[in-house]
């Protein structure tokens, strides 16, 4: 009798561990160009100015049973901003804006992921934008995940936010119109 019990103790916990989730760990996929951090800013309030920060990494965990225990981390060369138009892209590197010279990299790291319904989150983070640690909220939607043509698995995300470029000692002065800029994020990870 004792032996039954604690075969079915076992084999109990074998499949409640079993049916347990668990976080799986995934880069983001630049090199096949599935990840984007994008920008927009207005222009004299007459249109938008989009641009693109071409060289970053990351990484994140994802769970989708349990989201809150997702993190995220990127990393991103601030010299790789593209807007499309060379002497634009020189300003912005410069002491004016992004400082790249004093600043190379700026970062993300999340600290706390709460669910806002099915399949959307608020992340919470720490941003760090020419040389300034700020706490951020970036609005996530989960896209989709599944197997790949290449025998890997993959998930992928979008997220927005909006920054006060002031809050960044970015305080060039563009106009009213122009004293925030929204991040538009992009990126699928394969699973490691």
């Not at 807007?83 to 970062?107: C, M, Q, W, Y």
């Not at 760090?128 to 995940?145: C, D, H, S, Y």
């Amino acid at each position: 009798m004792l032996k039954k019990t604690l075969a079915v103790l076992v084999l109990g916990g074998a499949l409640l561990g079993a049916g347990q989730a668990m976080a799986a760990d995934y880069v983001i996929d630049k090199e096949g160009q599935h990840a984007f951090v994008n920008f927009k800013i207005s222009h004299l309030g007459y249109s938008w100015l989009y641009g693109t920060f071409k060289d970053f990494d990351g990484s994140f965990s994802f769970d989708d049973k349990q989201p809150e225990a997702s993190k995220v981390k990127v990393s991103l060369k601030t010299a790789s901003v593209d807007t499309n138009h060379a002497e634009r892209d020189k300003h912005i590197r410069s002491g004016d804006f992004l400082n790249v010279g004093k600043n190379p990299t700026a970062t993300f790291e999340s600290t706390s992921v709460k669910s806002t319904g099915s399949g959307t989150a608020d992340i919470t983070g720490n941003l760090t934008l020419n040389g300034v640690t700020k706490p951020v909220v970036i609005a996530a939607k989960f896209i989709g995940e599944g197997k790949d043509p290449w025998g890997g698995y993959r998930a992928g995300f979008e997220g927005t936010t909006t920054l006060k470029l002031k809050d960044f000692d970015i305080l060039k002065d563009l106009g009213p119109t122009a004293q925030e800029v929204q991040l538009i994020i992009s990126f699928e990870g394969v699973r490691q």
